[in-house]
């Protein structure tokens, strides 16, 4: 399961932001989005700060949430 990709999906949920709307603001084609959210690849490291850059102009506290559970330790 990628971290990113579960994070990805719930922020884009949470804040009613489109896989369009996120693919337009980075400069990248929605399908890439797509195969982010439903986890069909991971987003290299070099995505993963474009993400988070991309939900900064869009909504910050989207970008500050995406961050917190992408780096969410799952151990006890």
Known sequence: MSKAGAALRQVLKTYSISQNKLA???GISRSN???WVFEMVDPSADSVLAIRAALQKI???AAEMFIQLYLQN???
């Open 24 to 26: 337009v603001t980075m």
């Open 59 to 61: 909504d910050p506290a």
């Open 33 to 35: 989005i797509h195969r």
């Open 74 to 76: 799952d151990s006890p």
